[in-house]
């Protein structure tokens, strides 16, 4: 092939990296001194491009050629990406991308040996820019990093030139200078980008529902690439439920943490239309496995109905969530695991139905929580129980932290780590909430009513009238307020065992003059409860409603 | 955001409610159920055995979503099991002067059988001839 006979190998007779003392005889001094100022002043760059710029200015007058540039390797897609040059900038703000193996640098790459090009007129390159910028022979040089390829330096002339041995060293000097300069760097960017993906990945406050408490703790990475891809989630459902989601995304890095984005919006979405646990996590692992992100993730995801104390839970592969009983037993739920989502598309997923009553608490966590180095995993899973019986015995902090500090006092966290914490306790006999005036809040103001009116033996009925008949006073509330974008109501139930009192008050911010649409609403709470007594004035307006209860508490 | 399954016999659909309606969702179930009659059946029954809340925003949506069937001359019929705390709603609201209600789904579905496919109009849109 005409190419590969106008390409010299460049590495007859010697490797770059082990022919130092032929390159301390045959380089001149200056230029070689002047290389090695190069990359020791560029590690203290702090973005990866200044770094990189200044090194190829230096490269380019040292060696005296009128463009360089550095491709580094995107390992997940197998293809050199440009990230800095001198004299030919287009390929950067263009963000040329070459196939491994292809073209030029894709060659450097592919072989991990120098390359030149003597007349780029009859060479095969991928990259138009070479040419239009009338670039006519070049110089590529591989960057290792502890014996990988992770990019390619290259220079260029416009006039024809002739590179010589001495040439070749200084560059591969130059990059495998810059090589450690480059990694480091690189690396810092990553952590950092997957840093701030993490941190907004994570939800910004976790909900507040009367009688339940959340609680979490993170650590993103201790040191080094592991930056993880480990997320929680807890989000409020249509009907009062709550879903609960723990996971964590094989992999590392900001490629991770894009998964985790696209899982997290997905279950959301799919939870949010109303389908089962099961269906919701299928969907999930279809979709995973149809976009082909090559990338599993372990999850567990739980849904609690508050009212019904009961949990369901769907585990995919992820570590058991731990339930703490309300006598301060803690027990694994060793129920049947499907497999990871993105593994295997059409996987059957299996829920499972727990109790969650009053005084119940339950973990969610990922695997740096409890393993440790050249331990058996059951050791892990034994010293998490025994630290949730002992956090269940104490009520100093949020359960989350009391978890993470009795079994921080035994062993040192070696990975990242996210736990997901939730207690559950008694609501009491009085209730008070202070609601957004939005529609979207009725359903769990029905719920926690539904939990508070069951806990002192309300019968179905009673149930049904109080809920449905507080429901419609607060429907009516949401109505006037349109408009009113922090509008807040408050809701406070009473009790005296014989009857109960629902007060719906308004706090009066938002105008008062009621158009009369709520004419149905207000004939089914007169007709279901007892009494119904509405005051309104310009402070707002209160509507207490009244039911006697036949069975007494 | 789907608050109801459809399934489809002898081409009745039939939509399961299993969530509650109210304020939050009446508006969205309202054109959903609409959409769900489809261009060629007669009937629509919602089932509502399996929902637990409906409030006066459902009701409304229940009276407003039969006005618009009538004028495709389509019939909505509901399923209210006797036991279920609806059915002292929808007698508070005189609900079933308005919408035909039996209590299971097979008897809905006798009512249902009595308007075979094709009586009623086609989509008001397809009906329309051109004019200039």
Known sequence: METQQLETQADKGHHAGNGNSALSSSVSESRRSHLLSITDSALGYTSLEDMLSELLERIRSALEVDTAAVLLLDEDRGVLVARAARGLEEEVRQGVQIPLARGFAGRVAAHGRPIIIEDLDHADVVNPILRQRGIRSMLGVPIHVQGHVIGVMHIGTLVKRAFEEDDVMLLQLAADRAALAIDNARLSEQRSVTAIMQRSLLPDALPQIPGLRFSAKYLPAGSGIKIGGDWYDVFQLHNGRVAFVIGDVVGRGVLAASVMAEIRASLRAYMMQGHKLTEVVSMLNDLLVSVGSNRGATLAILELDPEAEELEAVIAGHLPPLLIKPDGHAQLLQQKHGLPVGVRVGHDYHAFRYPFPSGSGLLLYTDGLIERRDEPIDQGFDRLLAAAETAASRSDSSLADRVYRTLLDETLLEDDMALLAIETMPLGDTLEMTLPARPNVLGALRNTLGRWLRAFGANEDELFDITLSASEAATNTIEHAYGAREATFTVRCEHDGRQATITVRDSGRWRTTRPQSGGRGLEIMRSLADDVKIDSDQHGTVVIITKQLSHQA | ?132
């Open chain 2, 1 to 132: 955001m789907s608050p109801f399954n459809i399934e489809r016999i002898d081409g009745v659909p039939i939509a399961h409610i299993h969530e509650d309606i109210d304020a939050a969702n009446a508006t969205a179930t309202q054109q959903q159920l609409a959409d769900a009659l489809g261009p060629d059946a007669s009937s629509l029954i919602v089932d509502l055995s399996e929902t637990r809340y409906l409030d006066s925003a459902g009701i409304d949506m229940l009276l407003r979503l039969s006005d618009r069937l009538d004028h495709r001359r389509a019939k909505l019929i509901l399923v209210i099991p006797d036991t279920s705390q609806l059915k002292r709603l929808a007698t508070i609201v005189g609900l079933s002067d308005a919408i035909a209600i039996h209590p299971s789904l097979p008897e809905a579905r006798q009512e249902a059988a009595k308007r075979p496919p094709g009586q009623a109009a086609a989509h008001p849109a397809s009906g329309r001839t051109t004019s200039a």
